[in-house]
């Protein structure tokens, strides 16, 4: 009985909290020039939490590490799994050079003003090896963009709800609520 209690307990008291203020902006009921404060905890309770409820195979324990105008996302990845649950199994060699869980880490500068984001991928590091400038570039060229086409990196696109823009600090992140 006592191995089910963490499974009863439910969602944490910080996905809840930033469930709850995602809902405020989201409703468009706030006054110009709001500000909602996530805090750090709150969005790693968030992706936690909707993680444990979406995440695709071959992904786990996420987390997002804030800074002055940055973040970095965390998890470990098996890129083969991964592929599988898109319904794109690699070939074999790929398989046997990418198949097993690794450490990756992608660094992010958060650019927002007047309701629109531009969000730059500074560095992206797999088993401690870093991808930085030109092959950086190409991958997201060739590799992002065609697999998820939807994606904006490097390019301005517009805030929903009313945002006016983010401002990203090292504990939290001001959501600025504009007309």
């Known amino acids: 009985m006592l191995l089910l209690l963490p499974l009863a307990a439910g969602p944490s008291p910080g996905y809840l ?14 006054p110009a020039g709001s500000r909602v404060t ?34 970095s996302g965390f998890a470990y990845i098996d890129f083969v799994k991964v592929r599988q649950a898109q319904g794109n199994p690699p ?22 003003q007047a309701g629109s984001a531009t969000v730059d991928v ?6 401690g090896i870093p991808i930085e400038g030109r092959v950086l570039d190409f991958l997201i060229r060739k590799y992002l963009v065609p697999n998820y086409p939807h994606a904006k990196v490097g390019q301005p696109f517009a805030l929903a709800h009313r945002i006016e823009r983010l401002e990203v600090q090292p504990s939290l992140v001001n959501v600025v609520i504009g007309r």
């Open 122 to 127: 500074e560095r992206v590091e797999i088993a």
């Open 91 to 112: 070939g074999w060699m790929v398989a046997k050079l990418l198949g097993g869980e690794r450490p990756v880490r992608v660094t992010t500068r958060i650019r927002s």
């Open 38 to 71: 996530l805090s750090a905890s709150e969005l790693n309770a968030w992706v936690q939490g909707e993680m444990a409820q979406a995440a695709p195979a071959g992904v786990r324990d996420p987390r997002l590490d804030l800074g002055d105008g940055t973040a």
């Open 17 to 30: 909290s930033a469930k709850r203020k995602f809902a405020q902006i989201e409703s468009g009921k706030l």
